[in-house]
């Protein structure tokens, strides 16, 4: 079982930038394909980017693509979503997750979530 928090969002102008963190727990971390997702205010939860379990191939969403990076640091157990270039539709409850398998794409591959993180773009 993996247990992720998240921290790192805040309130930040148009074009800022801004590093997510998620610090997962577990021996075995690195066996887990990590993902951010995010979710606005009367909207769904949507993908934004993934890793898989090495961390050999990444996945970004298009909306995000040249503006978002996600690394991971299994020494550290912690994956980072570096953004920047932020927009204001870029505001949302961030969410880090993990999955055993499946699609890094899909909500419903991941197994564990976290509480999330508030991301607020002004304009």
């Not at 693509?65 to 539709?89: C, H, W």
Request: charged residues 15%; aromatic residues 12%; contains cysteine.
């Amino acid at each position: 079982q993996v247990h992720v928090v998240e921290s790192g969002g805040g309130l930040v102008q148009a074009g800022g930038s801004l590093r997510l963190s998620c610090a997962a727990s577990g021996r075995t971390f690195s066996s887990y394909i990590m993902g951010w997702f995010r979710q606005a205010p009367g909207k769904e939860r949507e993908f934004v980017a993934a890793l898989s379990r090495i961390g050999g191939s990444t996945y970004v969403a298009t909306s995000v693509k040249g503006r978002f990076t996600i690394s991971r640091d299994n020494a550290k157990n912690t994956v980072y979503l570096q953004m920047n270039s932020l927009k204001p539709e870029d505001t949302a409850v961030y969410y880090c997750a993990a999955a055993n398998s499946g699609s890094p794409f899909l909500l419903s591959a991941y197994d564990y979530w976290g509480q999330g993180t508030q991301v607020t773009v002004s304009s």
